[in-house]
């Protein structure tokens, strides 16, 4: 069972919209058992989307479009799907019914462009959107399937969930003999080794592999996520046997035998360890909060940041003395060590993280040049520090800090 | 002139890396005055490449890929080039000391793996890869042009500007009459109504709008992005007029007359006051603070921040009383406010954000049900607080808020 996903709007071509539903839809169909084929963007324009949907047909089973069903005039998905799918627009007592709770506290929205969003194409099945007002549409073009959502990522996120998925669920059970599920991808996070040289190691192994299993090197901000894949071919136990292979041949670099975003992954080990935390950033300037507060449930662990820019702060928050800033700078051992053991007291956690590092792209010296950066963790047994260098760019440097920190952090905490 | 963009990697369609590479290349593109026509996702697989190469080829100008170029066996875009282009691969002395200097502290990454990076097809154009060991290259196919990048987005960036860029430009010039920068985008940004109630105030002048001229509407965080757009046929300065005429039409909702980031407006407005900055974070946990730190010279006016995730943080370091904590609640204008002047004073600035809120999923109850938000702004001229409902979803609602808190900070600024 194979799918492809549309994404329509002039912004994603223009670069005004980063496109993050595709991949938001990719992981889920692969859940659910579907492989996504192929992910297309086109301008919202009659012809260009109805050649889009022809080539989308001619290759797969279940086309999933986004955007273009807003109540505007540059918003033409709906009329173009009716024209496709040869029907007409009529009005949907069903989705009025809806527009008019969703909306019953903002009479101000309930316009006529707005009541545009209850006609429907008459031959279309209309799936209930329960957050906004764009009804979500599924044509069935013979066995083949078209499911029309908005381009809104949380709008199109409950869709796919609530409605979307559970129907071609049910659609695919009733109608064919597809068994959904036998896409299998495993991934393990490993780091401290070149790409090529993990490649190397990994070579034997690579050449034993049965042609039906895959491997894929993705390396980002300085790790290597190492992905196994089957679309079918490889029972579960041994694609289970594979990795359990690969983990042991990479063991000497394994941070993760997950695909688990590093931040979750320490969130979990100070959950079970019952342990806090808190960080003085510079550099990262509030990135690490951000990461260590992202999920639901931080609040278990992560406690509190001071963020000190400026070294005014560094001093009177952080209690950081003038004389250690002249003496050694304030990218410096001596500086992360104190902020992370003052922020860690301050705060009153087990363990604290604290940056400082120069992200560029200017105020680099010869010695310390832009992407220099030094990090210190402060923990129950001690507070340990280690300088790196991390590119030129603003944005890498403070990534790859934030990663470089959580590494050592999951490491620490494993100890 | 026309251009589409190929991103190549299983990794895409299996939604592990979310596909930032096209919308920044957009963008480039549309400053050059080239039209992105589409943009298209397949698998590292020879066929689908192929396939794909031959779709792009028939409706543009210049493709251009990334992804693929690893020194490891699952990157499979040069060879599949070499096939496309009915070419092999030889050794390039300048890509091999390229690769040596790039490597000479890293002896590791030497190895054998790496060295075929250095074998380039024998009828491409090998560009300088400042940064990176994959050898970008040109195709000449017909009059139409194929670049091709690594998926690393820091390692494309460098390219596209600094090689494949100027490339393109320098060879158009050469073999057509095609002028360059054609291609006009304006964009202003509103906040205060909803989409359906801008267009219809927008309706007779959309109506009496050229053909060649386009309005788009993008909804985002509670804010709409207005973008007007010509692919020729208006010269620049009518253009204008019709940018100056839909600034008119939409005055009283207007936040700023270009697509600049919100920081960065807010960010030029304190450093042309000589202000500075700092926020007190509950619910956002570090994503104000990130913000306005994510641009390069923000030390001028970002000084520092606590983020107050945990309550003895607040009552500790912000001086929140634990019975005003207790009388009204966490989430309530009292402790906002409280915040909000407290980090002022504490990090000695000019102004200060406050944000206390129910980011969910779980800790609403009925009065405040989980997306209420409190923020505060303290200024020189006094304290000012507003209460929001932004939503159910975690993310969506921390962004929400920090586009509010931006919003009010640049009407107060400007005031």
Redesign the interface.
Known sequence: MRAEVITIG???????????N?????????EYGI??????????NRE?IIA?LD?AFSRVDIVLTTGGL??????ITKHVLCEYFDTHLIESASVRAHIMELYKE?P??L????ATQWLVPENALILENR?GSAPLMVFHHGKQILASMPG?P?EM?IAMEEQILPYIENYELKITNYELGHIL?R?LQVSGI????L??ILEDY?NEMPPSL???????DGMI?L?L?TYGGIPEDEMNRWFERLKELVAAYLIADS?EPLEVIAGNLLRQKGATIA?A?SCT??????L???H?G??AF?????????N??KE??LGVPEEMIQAHGVVSEEVVRTMAESVKK???TDYAIATSGIA???GGTPEKPVGTVWIAWATPKGTYAECFHL??????VTDRACTKALVRLIQLLRE
Chains 1, 2 share one sequence.
Do not use: C
Request: net charge negative.
């Open positions: 002039d912004e994603l071509l223009i670069g005004q919209v980063v496109d993050t595709s991949a938001w839809i990719a992981e889920k169909l692969n492989e996504l084929f192929q992910i297309t963007s086109v301008h919202d260009h889009a080539e807003g109540p505007t005039k540059d918003d903002r101000d929205v316009n006529r462009l707005t957050v809104v949380y996120k991808h991934t070149p790409e090529s040289s490649a190397i690579e895959h491997l894929a090197y993705l390396p980002k996520r992905r894949s695909d960080t950033e300037g509030g990135k690490m909060a951000s260590l507060n992202k639901a931080s609040s992560y406690y509190g940041s001071v963020i000190s820019y400026d005014s702060v009177h928050l301050l705060i009153g560029g792209p200017t590119g030129k760019l603003r944005e890498q």
